[in-house]
């Protein structure tokens, strides 16, 4: 069981930055994945990010070339950079942690952290 806790939200303009991390309780070197997915209101939960245990990378559309992911299996934490922030990034943001196995799979959600854009 692995417990995910969300922080660095807030309140940003827009074209500001705001970094987001994800602490998690216990270690991560095992999960396959970590991500960040973000479910602003009237809307579903959608994928933000997310980081292989290799290294590897994939991004939304919508916030490729200004937000950055990266993680530290060694302090059990992953981190979103976000720069050039746009009011369509307001929402709740997610912190969520994936095992897969050969024949079973695991998810872990954080709480969330507000990240509100003012345009």
């Known amino acids: 069981q692995v417990q995910l806790v969300e922080s660095g939200g807030g309140l940003v303009q827009a074209g500001g930055s705001l970094r987001l991390s994800c602490a998690a309780s216990?270690?991560?070197?095992?999960?396959?994945?970590m991500g960040w997915y973000r479910q602003a209101p009237g809307k579903q939960r959608e994928l933000v990010a997310t980081?292989?245990?290799?290294?590897?990378?994939i991004y939304a559309d919508s916030v490729k070339g200004r937000f950055t992911i990266s993680r530290d299996n060694a302090k059990n934490t992953v981190d979103l950079q976000m720069d050039s922030l746009k009011a369509e990034d307001t929402a709740v943001y997610y912190c969520?942690?994936?095992?897969?196995?050969?024949?079973?799979?695991?998810?872990?959600w954080g709480q969330g952290t507000q990240v509100t854009v003012s345009s």
């Open positions: 216990g270690s991560i070197s095992s999960m396959n994945y």
């Open positions: 980081i292989t245990r290799g290294g590897g990378t």
């Open positions: 969520n942690a994936r095992r897969v196995l050969v024949l079973d799979a695991y998810s872990y």
